[in-house]
């Protein structure tokens, strides 16, 4: 009984040593900072690097709600915060005074549009390239 319970005792420590190195190795997202306005994105080109993990954060300081909209570059990418979204997967709605976090990894490099859906027209348009 007594090597029974050493032994589980010795494989809960070694599960919890594993645990830690899996955390620990876990890489900390690169913060990108994308400021709306009611007429443009700050910036309006992101550069991102392939099998990079990022962390998008989107400020509204527009007088209007905004969409962060790319549906090819999201197709294209793992999302790791699927329920910042919309259902179809193809933007990211900010109200006014708002923001929104979105974690995610690129996975093809090339070049995709971004646009706000609703105010492209005003040239609130922009690009994202992936190396």
Not at 8 to 27: D, M, T
Not at 81 to 98: H, M, S, Y
């Amino acid at each position: 009984m007594v090597r029974i319970l050493a032994r589980f005792c010795l494989l809960a420590v070694l599960a919890i040593l594993v645990g830690v190195v899996v955390v620990k190795s876990r890489p900390r997202p690169v913060l990108v900072d994308i400021v709306m306005v009611d007429d443009k994105f700050v910036p309006d080109h992101l550069i991102f690097r392939q099998g990079v993990y990022y962390h998008l954060h989107l400020v509204n300081h527009g007088k209007d709600t905004h969409e962060f909209t790319t549906p090819t570059f999201f197709a294209s990418a793992d999302i790791h915060t699927p329920g910042a979204l919309n259902r179809e997967r193809t933007e990211i709605v900010v109200d006014p005074g708002g923001a929104k976090d979105v974690f995610l990894t690129p996975r093809h490099p090339g070049t995709y549009d971004l646009r706000c859906s609703d105010h492209d027209w005003d040239g609130m348009v922009g690009g994202i390239t992936v190396e």
